[in-house]
């Protein structure tokens, strides 16, 4: 199975859901540290966007990769505020914005009133807000992709700074494309605007190494190849050498597998029954009870 001309093969992705239906309007509960947000709280947010974030599918109280989750939520706390609140205040916290729920949504994140543009100096512990919302639909069942030179300020970290990849998105589209892919100075893949990207060679997945934020979907698709059958590596990929590989796919928390038919003017012919075998790899890794954990070490400090 080889790269074919895009003229040949490109389809389009079924269309975006209506505004009101899907990204363009949230409906969610906000809590920060267990307690309704303030219109302070609220008015901090909106003006100053130091901070970091993770977001995930909820289903009666667990969640695939929440080890994961927690510990992205734990690195971030440390580098950017010195220290972090613990696995046993982000568990109770998060247990108790999905009580009640089924299914939903959960966007936990990290910051700190005490953190300003004229004075940044706060070290202490943030606060934790809460969003929970409806769950998303993946973002498609297939897209077509442009690579562009950018490169996310601290990519290591699902920080709050979301302008340039919002902007790259806006530009593929008006371009004629669904999303953009990210490409550093070096020349190298890295990520996309929302999401990791996978390539196919063989019975083989191969992820792009380089500057990027470790995507949990992408953590979890890795510990289930093997169950699959299917087998991994990483390592750096050019732009220019992408036509050597069979496939192409974006994973992120919403999207387990989207096949990616095209990148610039290639083109991809997916197999189907191999990107089910890698969708089965995530879905074979069980969620993880949100609530289900006894932890005596409620504070992480910088330097332990």
């Given at each position: 199975m080889t790269p074919m001309s895009a003229e040949k093969t490109a389809a389009r992705p079924d269309p975006p859901p209506p505004r009101g239906q899907?990204?363009?309007?949230?409906?969610?509960?906000?809590?920060?540290?267990?307690?309704?947000?303030?219109?302070?709280?609220?008015?901090?947010?909106?003006?100053?966007?130091?901070?970091?974030?993770?977001?995930?599918?909820?289903?009666?109280?667990?969640?695939?990769?929440?080890?994961?989750?927690?510990?992205?939520?734990?690195?971030?706390?440390?580098?950017?505020?010195?220290?972090?609140?613990?696995e046993t205040d982000f568990r109770r916290l998060m247990a108790l914005a999905v009580a009640g729920r089924d299914v939903c949504w959960l966007r936990v994140s990290l910051f700190s009133p005490e953190i300003g543009h004229r004075d940044p100096a706060f070290v202490g512990r943030?606060?934790?807000?809460?969003?929970?919302?409806?769950?998303?639909?993946?973002?498609?069942?297939?897209?077509?992709?442009?690579?562009?030179?950018?490169?996310?300020?601290?990519?290591?970290?699902?920080?709050?700074?979301?302008?340039?990849?919002?902007?790259?998105?806006?530009?593929?589209?008006?371009?004629?494309?669904d999303d953009a892919l990210f490409v550093d100075g070096a020349g190298r893949v890295s990520e996309g605007t929302l999401w990791n990207i996978g390539f196919v060679q063989g019975d083989r997945i191969v992820w792009p190494q380089a500057p990027m934020l470790a995507g949990v979907t992408q953590a979890l698709i890795m510990r289930g190849l093997p169950q699959v059958g299917l087998t991994s590596k990483t390592r750096p990929i050019r732009l220019d050498e992408i036509g050597v590989f069979d496939g192409a796919f974006l994973c992120n928390s919403a999207t387990p597998v989207c096949p990616i038919t095209t990148i610039n003017d290639l083109a991809f012919a997916n197999d189907?029954?191999?990107?089910?075998?890698?969708?089965?790899?995530?879905?074979?890794?069980?969620?993880?009870?949100?609530?289900?954990?006894?932890d005596d070490e409620g504070v992480s400090r910088l330097g332990r």
């Open positions: 899907g990204e363009g309007r949230l409906i969610a509960t906000i809590l920060i540290d267990g307690l309704p947000a303030t219109p302070d709280d609220l008015a901090h947010q909106a003006v100053v966007n130091y901070g970091a974030y993770t977001s995930f599918r909820v289903e009666n109280g667990a969640a695939r990769g929440l080890d994961l989750h927690l510990a992205r939520l734990e690195q971030a706390a440390v580098e950017l505020f010195g220290e972090s609140p613990g943030p606060k934790v807000m809460t969003s929970v919302s409806p769950a998303p639909p993946p973002l498609a069942n297939r897209v077509r992709i442009t690579a562009v030179p950018y490169e996310r300020e601290a990519p290591h970290l699902k920080h709050l700074a979301t302008f340039g990849l919002v902007r790259a998105r806006r530009a593929a589209r008006a371009a004629g494309f189907p029954v191999l990107l089910a075998k890698v969708e089965a790899a995530w879905s074979a890794q069980a969620p993880q009870p949100i609530a289900d954990h006894d």
